[in-house]
């Protein structure tokens, strides 16, 4: 008897929870959007800053500017034109006040350093920042090479030619037999160098013949964390007396003097002074969703010069950003205005500065700060229910090959791979719009990772713990492809049938040998992607509609419904039906249109009633559903699973869910409020 109307029907639904915990609702999340930042360095001329700034603005876009805080150009005029750059939200960040981290001088008064932990000695308005002390143990343990020598003074002198070995940056000695760590002030020539105390003051060793030296870089010369600490109060003090806001980024400056690691800025400059965001050279974060972050500092980390808009051309910097954001990366610019050599001059470097952020804008790249992009990445929890595997549809630099896809790579051997798949826009899955790659051989068809081995622009983005991976292939009998995920140093290899004529969706439990889970380790950041035609026996393989996502949470569903022709009386319905059960479910038909492809051998016991339908939907007004199940009504009203007994489940993401239920011959219900689909 067909249900006539909604009321005569009792649905009783209860969601028991998994033993997963989770902590956020799906709202919470951000998206996995790679972008980019232009940075600008240094103190340039106001000139340059206005017009800069005003083409920003002009699109409603923001930059950032290292500045030195203590620098004499930093005039009224100068002042006038920081205050608009901060008015019109650009950010101005820390690039220590002298563009050097051993000293500084003040135009405050010295006295708010006198007894600071971290300053070893005030000179007139000189701050000399402390370091942290080097004995023997340590340059054993950190110098990069060690000789004799001979002292006079503060000359240097090798008859071996030790100098000639050092680059610039090679600029400490520490003789243990003085102990005491000097700079060098002058390259003489290979055998003579010329120094000075740590803070470039004139210095006097005495004479001594065969000295015993170690050389230290500017990696291996720390700061205090007190001296970095007051680094950057001058920087906030000198801000605060031009009436700016003070900086929350701190950006290590160039030059040979100690360069400053994460952790340090972190302990230095993030609790006490409200530092967020920082860029070293000596340990830069990789700028990926979901880097591997023990320490919470990678945010400290964010180094410049991933694009070159100073010296590239738009072609360059299109094509290197697409294929960096495909993968979930974040991509700082690189810029001093008048240093060094400008392709096509200022006015060239405007024009590519403006063509390149309407490229942004057109394709929804996202520009943001240095201090935003900190948030976001390092800050924020990105949707691990985001597929993360480049779009094959995505070709934002219009060079004929969809981004986040390589056509090469080398490896640490030197060895050069090629991938071969002939990338195609019209012969696809929907979710790929319709694009694929094919390959009619034995070979590799498409990599999603790095160029060169040492790089760190793998996909990005990735989700620790077991993931889930789908893919569709097309193709002829005997034909099959493998999926190799490079995580860390291990190979985890997936294989899949490619031998239908039509589209055929994949996923790791269907993998055919014996490899069906996904798990990616705590400390990876990213991995590389290798699909190849494994088996070749006719035709072309193709493959489409790659997603690679946290695999969902299982919930279980009970659910009781009766059914008004069935009903019989005392919350019971009929099983007198048993005789003619189909053994193989009966909502392949319309309107259902449910192809799966459960059966049974046997009715698994005597109180079913009937094959039911249940469906999810995010939307009550929604025509596909999120997930579907096909299950058993018993006559006490409870939904189970094809077995008889277990309730059925549902792999889906932790949220809001409408509820339908179907019957062969009754009318569809529907839950009048979403169910909530959540993790204690």
Same mark, same amino acid.
């Given at each position: 008897?067909?249900?006539?109307?909604?009321?005569?029907?009792?649905?009783?639904?209860?969601?028991?929870?998994?033993?997963?915990?989770?902590?956020?609702?799906?709202?919470?999340?951000?998206?996995?959007?790679?972008?980019?930042?232009?940075?600008?360095?240094?103190?340039?001329?106001?000139?340059?800053?206005?017009?800069?700034?005003?083409?920003?603005?002009?699109?409603?876009?923001?930059?950032?500017?290292?500045?030195?805080?203590?620098?004499?150009?930093?005039?009224?005029?100068?002042?006038?034109?920081?205050?608009?750059?901060?008015?019109?939200?650009?950010?101005?960040?820390?690039?220590?006040?002298?563009?050097?981290?051993?000293?500084?001088?003040?135009?405050?008064?010295?006295?708010?350093?006198?007894?600071?932990?971290?300053?070893?000695?005030?000179?007139?308005?000189?701050?000399?920042?402390?370091?942290?002390?080097?004995?023997?143990?340590?340059?054993?343990?950190?110098?990069?090479?060690?000789?004799?020598?001979?002292?006079?003074?503060?000359?240097?002198?090798?008859?071996?030619?030790?100098?000639?070995?050092?680059?610039?940056?090679?600029?400490?000695?520490?003789?243990?037999?003085?102990?005491? !760590?000097?700079?060098?002030?002058?390259? $003489?020539? *290979?055998?003579?160098? %010329?120094?000075?105390? =740590?803070?470039?003051? @004139?210095?006097?060793?005495?004479?001594?013949?065969?000295?015993?030296?170690?050389?230290?870089?500017?990696?291996?010369?720390?700061?205090?964390?007190?001296?970095?600490?007051?680094?950057?109060?001058?920087?906030?003090?000198?801000?605060?007396?031009?009436?700016?806001?003070?900086?929350?980024?701190?950006?290590?400056?160039?030059?040979?003097?100690?360069?400053?690691?994460?952790?340090?800025?972190?302990?230095?400059?993030?609790?006490?002074?409200?530092?967020?965001?920082?860029?070293?050279?000596?340990?830069?974060?990789?700028?990926?969703?979901?880097?591997?972050?023990?320490?919470?500092?990678?945010?400290?980390?964010?180094?410049?010069?991933?694009?070159?808009?100073?010296?590239?051309? !738009?072609?360059?910097?299109?094509?290197? $950003?697409? *294929?960096?954001?495909? %993968?979930?990366?974040? =991509?700082?610019?690189? @810029?001093?205005?008048?240093?060094?050599?400008?392709?096509?001059?200022?006015?060239?470097?405007?024009?590519?500065?403006?063509?390149?952020?309407?490229?942004?804008?057109?394709?929804?790249?996202?520009?943001?700060?240095?201090?935003?992009?900190?948030?976001?990445?390092?800050?924020?929890?990105?949707?691990?229910?985001?597929?993360?595997?480049?779009?094959?549809?995505?070709?934002?630099?219009?060079?004929?090959?969809?981004?986040?896809?390589?056509?090469?790579?080398?490896?640490?051997?030197?060895?050069?791979?090629?991938?071969?798949?002939?990338?195609?826009?019209?012969?696809?899955?929907?979710?790929?719009?319709?694009?694929?790659?094919?390959?009619?051989?034995?070979?590799?068809?498409?990599?999603?990772?790095?160029?060169?081995?040492?790089?760190?622009?793998?996909?990005?983005?990735?989700?620790?713990?077991?993931?889930?991976?789908?893919?569709?292939?097309?193709?002829?009998?005997?034909?099959?492809?493998?999926?190799?995920?490079?995580?860390?140093?291990?190979?985890?290899?997936?294989?899949?049938?490619?031998?239908?004529?039509?589209?055929?969706?994949?996923?790791?439990?269907?993998?055919?040998?014996?490899?069906?889970?996904?798990?990616?380790?705590?400390?990876?950041?990213?991995?590389?992607?290798?699909?190849?035609?494994?088996?070749?026996?006719?035709?072309?393989?193709?493959?489409?509609?790659?997603?690679?996502?946290?695999?969902?949470?299982?919930?279980?569903?009970?659910?009781?419904?009766?059914?008004?022709?069935?009903?019989?009386?005392?919350?019971?319905?009929?099983?007198?039906?048993?005789?003619?059960?189909?053994?193989?479910?009966?909502?392949?038909?319309?309107?259902?249109?449910?192809?799966?492809?459960?059966?049974?051998?046997?009715?698994?016991?005597?109180?079913?009633?009937?094959?039911?339908?249940?469906?999810?939907?995010?939307?009550?007004?929604?025509?596909?559903?999120?997930?579907?199940?096909?299950?058993?009504?018993?006559?006490?009203?409870?939904?189970?699973?094809?077995?008889?007994?277990?309730?059925?489940?549902?792999?889906?993401?932790?949220?809001?869910?409408?509820?339908?239920?179907?019957?062969?011959?009754?009318?569809?219900?529907?839950?009048?409020?979403?169910?909530?689909?959540?993790?204690?």
């Amino acid at each position: 008897m067909i249900l006539q109307s909604l009321k005569y029907c009792s649905i009783f639904l209860i969601i028991i929870l998994t033993k997963n915990i989770f902590s956020q609702t799906y709202s919470n999340y951000v998206k996995k959007q790679g972008g980019v930042c232009f940075r600008t360095d240094d103190n340039q001329p106001i000139t340059k800053y206005n017009e800069y700034s005003t083409l920003f603005s002009s699109y409603n876009q923001k930059f950032t500017c290292a500045i030195n805080f203590g620098n004499d150009i930093i005039t009224t005029d100068y002042i006038s034109m920081l205050l608009n750059l901060q008015n019109n939200e650009h950010e101005i960040m820390d690039h220590t006040p002298w563009h050097r981290t051993n000293y500084f001088t003040t135009k405050l008064s010295v006295d708010f350093y006198q007894g600071h932990l971290g300053v070893e000695k005030i000179i007139s308005n000189k701050i000399l920042l402390k370091h942290v002390p080097v004995d023997l143990n340590y340059a054993q343990n950190f110098s990069k090479r060690n000789g004799i020598v001979n002292i006079s003074n503060n000359i240097i002198s090798s008859g071996t030619g030790d100098f000639k070995l050092f680059e610039k940056t090679d600029c400490y000695l520490y003789f243990p037999n003085l102990d005491k !760590l000097v700079f060098i002030d002058e390259w $003489i020539n *290979d055998n003579t160098v %010329k120094v000075d105390d =740590l803070w470039r003051n @004139s210095i006097s060793l005495g004479n001594h013949q065969n000295i015993k030296y170690y050389n230290l870089d500017v990696k291996n010369v720390h700061l205090t964390i007190d001296a970095i600490k007051a680094l950057a109060q001058e920087s906030i003090r000198m801000a605060e007396y031009y009436n700016l806001n003070p900086p929350t980024a701190w950006i290590q400056p160039g030059g040979y003097f100690p360069q400053i690691y994460r952790n340090e800025i972190k302990s230095a400059c993030e609790s006490e002074l409200g530092y967020i965001a920082g860029g070293v050279f000596t340990d830069p974060s990789i700028k990926v969703f979901n880097e591997f972050n023990p320490n919470n500092d990678k945010q400290f980390g964010m180094n410049f010069g991933d694009f070159r808009e100073d010296i590239w051309s !738009l072609e360059e910097c299109k094509t290197f $950003i697409a *294929d960096r954001i495909a %993968k979930h990366k974040v =991509l700082m610019g690189h @810029s001093h205005f008048a240093w060094g050599e400008l392709l096509g001059g200022w006015d060239g470097f405007m024009e590519r500065t403006e063509n390149l952020i309407q490229w942004c804008i057109e394709n929804d790249i996202p520009i943001r700060t240095y201090s935003e992009w900190s948030d976001i990445l390092y800050f924020q929890t990105p949707d691990p229910y985001q597929n993360i595997f480049p779009n094959l549809s995505a070709d934002k630099d219009n060079n004929n090959y969809p981004d986040g896809y390589l056509q090469r790579s080398r490896s640490s051997e030197g060895i050069w791979t090629n991938y071969e798949g002939i990338w195609t826009t019209n012969d696809g899955v929907a979710q790929s719009e319709y694009c694929s790659f094919s390959l009619n051989k034995l070979g590799n068809i498409c990599y999603v990772g790095r160029e060169y081995h040492y790089q760190e622009d793998g996909l990005g983005g990735i989700e620790k713990g077991e993931n889930e991976f789908e893919i569709w292939t097309k193709g002829s009998p005997g034909n099959f492809i493998e999926v190799d995920f490079k995580v860390g140093n291990n190979h985890l290899i997936f294989k899949f049938p490619a031998e239908s004529h039509d589209w055929t969706l994949y996923k790791l439990n269907e993998s055919v040998n014996g490899s069906n889970s996904l798990t990616i380790p705590e400390d990876i950041s990213t991995i590389d992607i290798t699909i190849s035609c494994s088996d070749y026996y006719s035709g072309s393989v193709h493959v489409s509609g790659m997603k690679l996502y946290k695999k969902y949470c299982e919930f279980e569903l009970d659910t009781k419904i009766f059914l008004e022709g069935a009903y019989l009386q005392e919350n019971e319905m009929s099983t007198a039906l048993l005789s003619h059960f189909p053994m193989e479910q009966p909502f392949k038909l319309k309107p259902w249109n449910y192809d799966s492809s459960e059966k049974i051998t046997e009715i698994p016991n005597l109180d079913i009633t009937d094959w039911i339908l249940v469906s999810l939907f995010c939307n009550f007004n929604d025509i596909i559903p999120k997930a579907v199940k096909v299950g058993f009504l018993k006559k006490d009203g409870k939904i189970v699973d094809v077995d008889g007994v277990s309730n059925l489940k549902f792999n889906v993401e932790p949220g809001n869910y409408f509820i339908k239920i179907q019957h062969r011959n009754h009318l569809s219900i529907m839950s009048s409020e979403p169910m909530h689909f959540v993790i204690d």
